[in-house]
Structures are given as C-alpha cells and as structure tokens.
C-alpha cells in the first residue's frame, strides 16, 4: 500500500494566533503531511476568498482554532473565519475544532471587545463544535497534542483521497497485468474449490483457575518524603482481578461526529490497578506505590476480551460491555472477602532513604 500525504487547511483568526498557526503547521509537518494556509495574506475581502475556497476544495482536513476573537466580519455579517469553516462543512471536509478551554483568561488585546463580537464568537463555537471532533487547550503544548490526536483519529475514522508520490502509482500496464493474474488466481481457486484450514484455538481457562501477576515497586514523594512499595507476586482467579480492572482502569474518550471512541492510559492503569491489589492485602494508603506489568494488564485484557467482558475494538466510550458491568455489581454486592493471595514477596512500603545500601 502507498503511503499517503494529506493536505491540511489551517483556518483561524489571524493576528491573535500567530503562534499557534506556527505550531499546527509544525504538527502537520512532522507528520508528513501538507499544511495550507493564508499566511502571507490571510482573508480580507471576497476575491482572496474565492481563491481560499479553491484550496479548501483540495483539502483533506480542516482545522478550525478559536480563540478570543471572532474575527473581520464581511458584508453578509460572517467573519471570514466563520465562512471558511461554513464551505468546508459545505464541501464535507472533515473538520477538526480546536477550541481555547480558557476563553475567560485570554489577555485583552486579543479578546472581542464589544458584546456583539462576543455574541457573535459564542454562537459560532456552539456551530462550530455541534457534533465533531472538538479539543480544548489552554497552551502552545496542548494545542500541538490536540491536533496530533485529532489528525490520527480523522485519518482512521474519516479516510480520504490523499498524496502518492507519481513513481509510487503503478503504470496502468502493470495495472491490467495484475488485474489478469487476480481473474486467473480466482479461476484457479474455483477449480480447487474453497479450501478451509481449521486451526485449533488454545482453550480458554475457566474464570476460576488461577493465574498469577506480578506487583512492581514504585517511589513515591518528594526530595524529603518518600514511600516505596514492595515486589511480590500476587496468584488469584481469573474473574477475581476483573473487578479491580473494571473500578481502575483509566479510560478517556473522543467524539467524532456523534460517535465516541476511548482510549486506555496503560502507564496510568497499571499503577491504579496495582496500587488497589496491594491495598487489597494490607491496611495501608499503597496509592502510586505499586504497579502491575504491561504485560500482565494486556494479559487480563486479552482474557477478558475472548470471555465478552471487553470490547476487541476502540468503539463506545467504555471498554467495557453490559455484561462485563452486569458482573462487576455482582461483586459488589456480595462484597466478598479478597481471594488475592501472596505467592512470592510481599507488600510492604517503606523509605528508600533509610534502606542500608549493603
């Protein structure tokens, strides 16, 4: 498959976002892909934006950054931010919005000063964020992690035309020579018919064999205070870990066009949910002082997901299914003593600094 470049139209006000035009343009670079924008003479009257139209028309993503102003307002009352964003929608370009998350805190010299620049502003964010992928940010930092975000998800999620490279593009010769040899493959595989290799599948443990996961040490603290917790492994039933992934997993989600899609934090998931085991076995604050390995959270994961208690995709806003949420409160309420048990090691904290280094 030929890898592709797409062409990114960057559209904000102009004067006030400078910078962080600059630093979209930096993302979009690093990510090989085109940016466009009107830097050298940004929309100010009808005939430069018959000409911005052409090159939204050749895009194949839009991001939209709003800030404090809404920008030169045009003849029929619309900035031209606004109707650029107006025929990218009309053009089904997909548009990704960036709005500032601290409109309040944005310095006055670059905030609408009159109520009806403001009004103006509040109702095109409401249109602007209706039903699309929308990020906030505050800083230069966030607004470049916004939009790398929002491109991979767009790419993924809303597939367009693209880039190849001209030496890329096979010759329609070598088109039609393929073309031959895929009617003969599908002759040849007619003539065999249709052979099925039945691989056998490892069987699936049942929910209550045990298996074992191993807790890792984590220092916790400033320079003057600190904790350590402890190394041991830690042997439990399948299902007896499910509640602890359900409660502590860290999950966060992203809308696309009225649809939702999560995402797992896994350095964060393994510390919450090796934090809670070892909490479950000793009567002490182990919050941030313990942590699981990757490998043993994409192993309970992989498990949980052949058992239908987890999604095999990154579709909803849980990973989570309804039965999986149906048997986490079976846990609750019958609130069950731990069957976690310490095989190896054990769960202790401690200070590093009084440890004896021989």
């Not at 995402?263 to 009567?283: E, F, H, M, Q, W």
Request: glycine share 6%.
């Amino acid at each position: 498959m030929h890898e592709k470049r797409y062409q990114v139209f960057i559209s904000s006000t102009y004067e006030d976002l400078q910078d962080e035009r600059r630093a979209v343009q930096d993302v979009v670079i690093s990510m090989g892909d085109f940016p466009v924008q009107m830097e050298s003479f940004p929309a100010a009257d009808e005939d430069q934006f018959e000409f911005i139209k052409s090159l939204i028309d050749k895009c194949d993503y839009y991001v939209l950054i709003i800030a404090g102003r809404y920008g030169s307002v045009a003849d029929d009352g619309l900035s031209y931010t606004h109707k650029e964003f107006l025929y990218a929608v009309e053009r089904n370009v997909p548009v990704l919005v960036m709005l500032h998350g601290e409109i309040g805190k944005i310095t006055a010299d670059k905030i609408e000063n009159t109520d009806a620049g403001r009004n103006r502003l509040k109702e095109f964010i409401a249109e602007a964020e209706r039903k699309r992928l929308r990020k906030n940010w505050t800083n230069l930092g966030e607004l470049k992690l916004a939009v790398y975000e929002s491109l991979v998800l767009a790419k993924s999620t809303k597939p367009r035309t693209g880039w190849v490279r001209g030496d890329a593009v096979a010759s329609l010769d070598a088109l039609e020579e393929l073309n031959q040899v895929r009617k003969e493959n599908q002759e040849f595989r007619e003539a065999l018919g249709n052979l099925v290799v039945d691989i056998p599948l490892p069987t699936l443990p049942s929910a209550s064999d045990s298996t074992t996961i191993n807790l890792l040490p984590i220092i916790s603290g400033n320079g003057f205070v600190q904790k350590q917790g402890s190394a041991a492994t830690i042997e439990a039933s399948w299902i007896s870990f499910f509640p602890v992934i359900f409660s502590h997993i860290d999950i966060s989600t992203s809308d696309w066009d009225g649809y939702y899609y999560y995402n797992i934090d896994y350095d964060k998931s393994c510390i919450a949910i090796g934090s809670a085991i070892a909490g479950d076995l000793v009567k002490e604050d182990t919050y941030g002082l313990f942590k699981i390995a990757r490998k043993s959270l994409d192993r309970l994961i992989a498990y949980y997901t052949e058992a239908g208690l987890m999604r095999a995709d990154n579709n909803g806003q849980s990973p989570f299914t309804t039965e999986a949420e149906r048997v986490a409160r079976r846990f609750y309420i019958a609130a069950a003593l731990s069957t976690f048990k310490i095989v190896e090691g054990e769960i202790s904290i401690t200070d590093p600094a009084l440890e004896v280094p021989f």
